[in-house]
């Protein structure tokens, strides 16, 4: 069963340029999770989606927005970018809504710089 | 809120030596634990997890053990090899509203194993 996918792998953009993301999840997997990476901060959670609604949503400005897709397949969008989004960003899937005990499934993330 | 905390790195160790990467948490419900390995350029694979208390997850020769009176769940391992080389996160399954959870990660561990 192929993995989660992520494209691009690699974008740059300048500050005040928009990005969009895509995620494809595991077949069968209907919950999509987005994560920012980076040095200072580490890991932090930006929001969940589960049947096209957002279900969570993390400590970021609405700068920062995603959706999700009959199909499952997720986007996320950066509006007017700054220096500090610079970051890989990384999606998960899971099978259902998220529980306590599921395992989320990692892409190889989108390695942003930006300008 | 919840939050965990794992040692700093980055670690260097010798092939075949033991390793123990430390990990704490803080958390007001009973979430589940959990390890991710992530190897250059890639995403986060998981390494193993445990869901209640005195569980012991293990796979490919890590072990962690969830100790709820200690709030831990140390990593180890008893013979590194070079290609056990990557950042190690220890997370959380942190319930946030909506029937939904989402993982909070310590801030990773660089570990180095030269031969």
């Known amino acids: 069963k192929a993995g989660v996918t992520q494209t691009p792998r690699y974008l740059i953009k300048t500050r005040g340029q928009q990005v969009t993301l895509s995620c494809s999840p595991i077949?069968?997997?209907?919950?999509v999770s987005w994560y920012q990476q980076t040095p200072g901060q580490g890991l932090q959670f930006l929001f969940e989606?589960?049947?096209?609604?957002?279900?969570n949503k993390g400590n970021f400005p609405g700068r920062f927005s995603g959706r999700q897709f009959s199909n499952s397949r997720s986007e996320m969008n950066v509006s007017t970018l700054e220096l500090g989004d610079s970051a890989l960003y990384l999606c998960?899937?899971?099978?259902?809504?998220?529980?306590?005990?599921?395992?989320?499934?990692f892409g190889p993330g989108t390695r942003l710089t930006v300008l | 809120g919840d939050s965990v905390t794992q040692m700093e790195g980055p670690v260097t160790l010798s092939e075949e030596a033991c390793l123990t990467i430390?990990?704490?948490?803080?958390?007001?419900?009973?979430?589940?634990l959990f390890w991710y390995v992530q190897y250059p350029g890639e995403g986060l694979q998981l390494l193993l997890k445990?869901?209640?208390?005195?569980d012991k997850g293990s796979n490919k020769g890590f072990e962690a053990t969830y100790r709820k009176e200690t709030t831990s769940f140390h990593l180890e391992k008893g013979s590194v090899q070079v290609s056990d080389s990557a950042v190690y996160f220890c997370?959380?399954?942190?319930?946030?509203?909506?029937?939904?959870?989402?993982?909070?990660f310590g801030k990773g561990t660089k570990l180095s194993v030269i031969p």
């Open positions: 998960a899937s899971s099978p259902n809504l998220a529980t306590s005990t599921d395992t989320q499934y």
């Open positions: 077949s069968g997997h209907r919950s």
């Open positions: 989606y589960f049947s096209e609604t957002q279900r």
């Open positions: 430390n990990c704490t948490y803080t958390a007001t419900g009973y979430p589940s």
């Open positions: 445990a869901t209640k208390a005195d």
């Open positions: 997370a959380l399954s942190d319930h946030s509203g909506a029937g939904s959870y989402q993982l909070t």
